[in-house]
T-cell receptor
Framework: DAGITQSPRYKITETGRQVTLMCHQT?????MFWYRQDLGHGLRLIYY?????ITDKGEVPDGYVVSRSKTENFPLTLESATRSQTSVYFC???WGRGNTEAFFGQGTRLTVV | DAKTTQPNSMESNEEEPVHLPCNHS???????IHWYRQLPSQGPEYVIH???SNVNNRMASLAIAEDRKSSTLILHRATLRDAAVYYC????????????FGKGTHLIIQP
């Protein structure tokens, strides 16, 4: 299916476990982004990527790792999950910057117990 | 990306026009003005964007002040499905950093 998809949609994990959230887009967009959304904080940028093998930190990168070996995939890994990482995570992609729109996935609701 | 200021919430009646304001006094010449919205339990959705001139699309219109320090998103005839949080964002035409979202405006539509 065309578009941007996130998996899983829901995940419950235990404190200290490693968990990976997947993001896949079918447009070959150059830019990809990961956000988390918590009540009272709105959307906060975790990491972004301007192209394959190019990633950079956003506003709240601590505790997260990303990679982008292929243009279409941008996985987000929580190396040792903590309760404070309980959140809804959104992935997005876009062709470029100012003159293009970004497309967002449906989100992954992660609960760390 | 430069900062934007929006009202926390606005209320409107169904089938009436809605004007959502955004101030961006520190906008630079290469910044595009984007609007996204987020319906309950969904990811953000692109609405419209512009640089200097007013823009129209099937969802909305964007009116940009002559000095570009403010803009207004216009929903011509609001429906209950337009109830959402609306975000005004400035995105540089160059650079490679991420999209920065503020708190947005929570639009409430009364039937």
């Amino acid at each position: 299916d065309a578009g941007i998809t996130q998996s899983p949609r829901y995940k419950i994990t235990e404190t200290g476990r490693q968990v990976t959230l997947m993001c896949h887009q079918t447009w070959s967009h150059s830019y990809m982004f990961w956000y988390r959304q918590d009540l009272g904080h709105g959307l906060r940028l975790i990491y972004y990527s301007a192209a394959a093998d190019i990633t950079d930190k956003g506003e709240v990168p601590d505790g997260y790792v990303v990679s982008r070996s292929k243009t279409e995939n941008f996985p987000l890994t929580l190396e040792s999950a903590t309760r404070s990482q309980t959140s809804v995570y959104f992935c997005a992609s876009s062709w470029g910057r100012g003159n293009t729109e970004a497309f967002f996935g449906q989100g992954t609701r992660l609960t760390v117990v | 990306d430069a900062k934007t200021t929006q009202p926390n919430s606005m209320e409107s009646n169904e089938e009436e026009p809605v004007h959502l304001p955004c101030n961006h006094s520190t906008i630079s010449g290469t910044d595009y003005i984007h609007w996204y919205r987020q319906l309950p339990s969904q990811g953000p959705e692109y609405v419209i964007h512009g640089l200097t001139s007013n823009v129209n699309n099937r969802m909305a219109s964007l009116a940009i002040a002559e000095d570009r320090k403010s803009s207004t998103l216009i929903l011509h005839r609001a429906t209950l499905r337009d109830a959402a949080v609306y975000y005004c964002i400035l995105i540089s035409g160059g650079g490679a950093d991420g999209l920065t979202f503020g708190k947005g405006t929570h639009l409430i539509i009364q039937p």
